[in-house]
């Protein structure tokens, strides 16, 4: 596994992360009834992990999805 975001785009992650999480914590404590803080909270824990990490599952999706179509494509030259 390869870092493939960079330095910045993972403190940026890691901010909003804690950020989400730290809100929807709190929410969760007024109101634990609520099951869609449970989802909120595990996104957010998933966006500290990537800046982290420094490795996002949707941008490697993404560049091979790039690099496959660019394998296929016929260059008219």
Do not use: Q
């Amino acid at each position: 596994m390869r870092s493939n975001i960079g330095t910045l785009n993972a403190f940026i992650r890691i901010t909003i992360g804690f950020t989400l999480l730290s809100y929807t914590t709190a929410k969760m404590v007024r109101k634990p009834w609520k099951e869609n803080y449970v989802w909120w909270i595990m996104i957010a824990a998933m966006k500290v992990a990537e800046g982290i990490v420094r490795y996002c599952p949707i941008v490697a999706l993404m560049e091979a999805i790039n690099k496959n179509n660019d394998e296929t494509t016929i260059n008219p030259s």
